[in-house]
């Protein structure tokens, strides 16, 4: 499976120039041969956008020639990439949206938001509510927001319902840059992503955006890793990449009968032991 993971900078709250950008970024990831491509977060809106959140959202009930042009493309190559929903009910989603066959085929909404530091998510979107899988022609796969990602049970929720290859969409900052030799915040994404994917048994790929909004950067560094957790490749900190990863699909056979930690889930008793959590009133001392 060649992957097109593809890092560049959004123009806030510019969709129409966004969608042309996506559409050529597209078009190259196809014309390298690449199998399917990922773009980061919020790619067809930008990150920081407040007030333009309604002015920018697109609807997927009813889709308009943003989400046609889009699901177009996708005739030429299977791609994800991240927007703005306006749900039938006016709530509005920061969610990524899996285009395949001239169709948009699945929309996971992001349900962990992150709002504390120089995040305020919480005050702009709507949570999702579900976390789900969805046919490829490599395998099922699921798709995580950035901080969804730093919740270990979304993968593990994705791997119980038989996912074998995952799909990160972030816009991480650059938070770390300047300390020591690297980006640390790459690095932490480094460190996490391929513990999941070593827990879980399945290849991950992580793309970021890059670029500068109201004074926040962004880092890039966007990578695959295979399902033994292995780092395959990984592009440039900061500057806009198109970078094509070999992801071997096959591993996840292996990795999961020499680790069968999949196997030895126990659902039912993490459901019981939620359930007494939840249920309870008081802490005992």
Same mark, same amino acid.
């Given at each position: ?9 959004? /123009? @806030?709250?510019? %969709? ?6 996506? *559409?050529? &970024?597209? +078009? #190259?990831?196809? $014309? ?36 046609? /042009? @889009?699901?177009? %493309? ?6 994800? *990439?991240? &927007?703005? +929903? #306006?749900?039938? $009910? ?36 709507? /949570? ?158």
């Amino acid at each position: 499976m060649k992957v097109a993971l593809v890092q560049d900078t959004p /123009r @806030l709250g510019d %969709v129409a120039t966004n969608l042309e950008k996506t *559409v050529e &970024l597209l +078009e #190259e990831a196809a $014309h390298r041969g690449a199998d399917l491509a990922l773009l980061p977060e919020l790619f067809l809106t930008g990150y920081r956008l407040g007030d333009l959140v309604p002015e920018v959202a697109l609807r997927l009930d009813r889709p308009g020639p943003e989400i046609e /042009r @889009l699901a177009a %493309v996708s005739r030429r190559i299977p791609f994800a *990439v991240g &927007l703005v +929903e #306006e749900s039938s $009910h006016h709530l509005y989603y920061n969610v990524a949206a899996w285009f395949e066959g001239g169709e948009l085929r699945h929309v996971h909404r992001k349900c962990y938001l992150p709002t504390y530091g120089m995040f305020r998510e919480g005050m702009d979107f709507a /949570r999702g509510d579900r976390i789900r899988t969805f046919p490829t022609p490599f395998g099922r796969a699921g798709l995580l927001i950035c901080e969804d990602a730093w919740h270990p049970s979304a993968a593990t929720l994705l791997a119980l319902e038989g996912a074998t290859l995952v799909f990160v969409l972030s816009a991480s900052p650059l938070r770390g840059l300047g300390v020591g030799r690297h980006n640390l915040s790459i690095d932490t994404w480094v460190q996490l992503l391929t513990t999941l994917a070593r827990f879980h048994g399945f290849p991950v790929c992580y793309v970021n955006r890059t670029g500068f909004e109201d004074g926040l950067g962004f880092g890039g560094g966007s990578f695959a890793t295979d399902a033994a957790g292995n780092l395959l490749a990984s592009a440039r900190d900061i500057d806009p990449e198109l970078l094509l990863v070999d992801v071997p699909v096959d591993r996840t056979r292996d990795m999961r009968f020499a680790y069968p930690l999949l196997r030895d889930e126990r659902p039912e008793l993490v459901h019981r032991e939620l359930g007494r959590i939840l249920g309870r009133t008081e802490e005992t001392p």
